[in-house]
């Protein structure tokens, strides 16, 4: 854990040093010994889910009532965005049992679809109980582009700028001396050529090691900087300066190791479901049409968790759409295949994720979030994310071939359609329970079902909107 992120889990300016130390040593020492196997967690109410939170991670009960009610107030959002009106909220949920790189971890994911944090929390446990889930990640290498048209001599450029590259790169690392200083900071600058129709471009990429930032800010700056020099040299019109969010120097791989037969489903051998996985996932490898929405689960998992951490998801989705089309075909980001009775899968994508700085420092639920998840570095969780993105897309697969897609989901939806029926609290999960077990899970029948119900009890029963 580097300085900045022990910085996160300080308390404020001013304690004494023995407090800090014990603060410290408190979430480091609360790793031991615990486990994201939380059998039961989903029946709990949201108060007993975050007392239960202390066997994981002891939360001050004004964390607790942070993560419960308000994690961003309309007032910290004005210092984030223009022209506030408010904040809009998302469900916060907690995807469980979850081991990775033989680590448990709870992990933090914000997210409006229903059945996502379920379906990807059970794929987990199945997982972990008849497998392995592992990740690694590369340095946090982002890159920053400027784009040089009309260039008279493309070979004398070319030339001039590179025997010029120490000197560039020292001038690009005076721009943020904190991030040479821990290791990180401009490591070298590369030259294309891009012919389009405005002609052949020269782009120079400087790639820049993030550390534990996500890393846009740096990169503009010191992009800025250099713009106008490389422009002189290669004697051409500097017209663009600006990072890219296809950061594949930052790959990510997660794969994951099972056995068959715990995929088995009513009516399918685990063998049978492996196997059409695999079919599955060879058409939409092949077809765009199939991958974009194949692709589509994978970012249901990995959108989830950047928003929980204060990250941002544009950029990572469109880092990953571009990777995908890489081979000039949009493909699969997940590979799966089986080897005897086991079942293996596998993902690659860049993501480029920061812990510390921007929205992490600002936002105080996602600083209590990434605290619920072992203050990470950059590197962990990006293989988190990966991680979560994979495991995600098993889930999806594994009912799309078997009883659709629909069925879960739906279940799951019921009782949001209960309330929009205009039904609460206990009522609603009564009649949610009914539909299921009829399955018809449908606006009017919910309608039906409450006007039923009510007219039975002869008033609003507990837990109506006048409690």
């Not at 996502?116 to 929390?121: E, F, N």
């Not at 997982?127 to 946090?140: D, K, P, Q």
């Not at 999806?396 to 609460?424: C, D, F, K, P």
Request: glycine share 8%.
């Amino acid at each position: 854990m580097d300085k900045q992120q022990k910085a996160k889990i300080e308390p404020p300016a001013g304690a004494k040093d023995a407090g800090k130390e014990k603060a410290k040593a408190e979430l480091l020492s609360s790793e031991v010994g615990r486990t994201s196997r939380l059998p039961g967690f989903y029946k709990l109410d949201i108060w007993e889910r975050l007392d239960k939170l202390d066997e994981w991670l002891p939360l001050p009960l004004k964390e607790k009532w942070i993560l419960r009610s308000e994690t961003l107030t309309a007032e910290q959002a004005d210092t984030l965005i223009e022209n506030v009106i408010g904040v809009f909220g998302m469900p916060l949920g907690l995807a469980v049992n979850f081991r990775i790189n033989d680590k448990d971890y709870l992990i933090p994911m914000a997210v409006e679809e229903t059945s996502i944090v379920a379906a990807c929390s059970h794929m987990a446990k199945l997982i972990r109980e008849n497998g392995s889930l592992v990740a690694t990640a590369e340095h946090a290498i982002m890159e920053g582009q400027i784009q040089i048209v009309d260039v008279p001599d493309l070979d004398r450029a070319e030339a001039d700028i590179l025997a010029a590259k120490d000197r560039l790169l020292k001038l690009a690392n005076k721009q943020d001396q904190m991030l040479a200083s821990l290791g990180g900071g401009a490591k070298d600058f590369v030259l294309k050529r891009v012919p389009t129709e405005s002609g052949t471009m020269l782009v120079c990429h400087l790639q820049v090691d993030a550390v534990d930032a996500m890393g846009a800010n740096a990169v503009n700056t010191m992009v800025e900087t250099l713009g106008p020099i490389v422009g002189e040299m290669a004697k051409g019109e500097v017209v663009c300066k600006i990072i890219t969010n296809l950061c594949d120097k930052s790959l990510v791989r997660a794969r994951f190791d099972v056995q068959v037969d715990c995929l088995a489903k009513e009516g399918f051998t685990g063998a049978k479901v492996a196997e059409r996985i695999v079919k599955a996932f060879h058409w939409a490898d092949a077809d765009p049409y199939r991958a974009t929405t194949h692709n589509k689960g994978i970012m249901n998992g990995i959108d989830a968790v950047l928003v929980a951490t204060g990250n941002d998801w544009r950029a990572v989705e469109a880092g990953c759409h571009a990777f995908a089309a890489r081979t000039g075909r949009y493909r699969s980001l997940t590979r799966y295949r089986l080897e005897g009775d086991r079942l293996k899968g596998e993902i690659e994508v860049p993501i480029a994720v920061g812990v510390v700085g921007g929205v992490t420092k600002l936002h105080p639920g996602v600083s209590i979030l990434l605290k619920i998840l072992g203050m990470p570095s950059r590197r962990e969780l990006a293989e988190v994310i990966a991680s979560v993105g994979l495991v995600q897309n098993l889930a999806a697969v594994r009912a799309l071939v078997t009883e659709g897609i629909q069925e879960g989901h739906m279940t799951l939806h019921a009782r949001n359609v209960a309330y929009s029926a205009g039904a609460w609290g206990d009522l609603a999960i009564h009649i949610a329970d009914q539909m299921v077990t009829e399955g018809r899970i449908r606006f009017d029948r919910a309608r039906e079902l409450l006007k039923k119900m009510v007219a039975q009890k002869g008033e609003p029963p507990k837990g109506g909107p006048e409690d």
